[in-house]
């Protein structure tokens, strides 16, 4: 055991939900579309956080879209909680991906 790091000996592996939204520019979309998105951001870390079933990790804004990232030992329960909230976001066209377990395997949900 190297005992300058204190890591621990397995760790399960850490899921994802990865959002994914269209806005109306090919930039960074409106100054009424961040406002939405950053309310519904914070939204999301709040219930999410509430729900004990991971964290929001943060944002991208660029080329006409912004994606969102959460992750959690359980993707599935952490889109659970997550759904709503990113179902309400007007942006379109959407998707979530999750990504699950230690081999990574993704799933898509259209929004």
């Known amino acids: 055991m190297d005992t300058l790091f204190d890591l621990p000996e397995s760790e399960a592996p850490e899921e994802a939900v990865i959002a994914r939204y269209r806005l109306s520019d090919d930039a960074y979309g409106s100054p009424a579309e961040r406002e939405a998105f950053f309310d519904a951001e914070r939204t999301l870390s709040a219930a999410v956080e509430a729900a004990g079933v991971g964290d929001v ?4 804004f660029g080329a006409g879209e912004v994606v969102l990232y959460a992750y959690g030992p359980d993707a599935a329960a952490l889109f ?6 990113l179902r309400g976001l007007p942006f379109r066209p959407a998707h979530v991906v999750l990504r699950q ?6 799933s898509r949900v259209d929004l």
């Open 57 to 60: 990790d943060g944002n991208e």
């Open 80 to 85: 659970k909680v997550m759904e709503p909230a």
């Open 101 to 106: 377990g230690s081999q990574e395997t993704e």
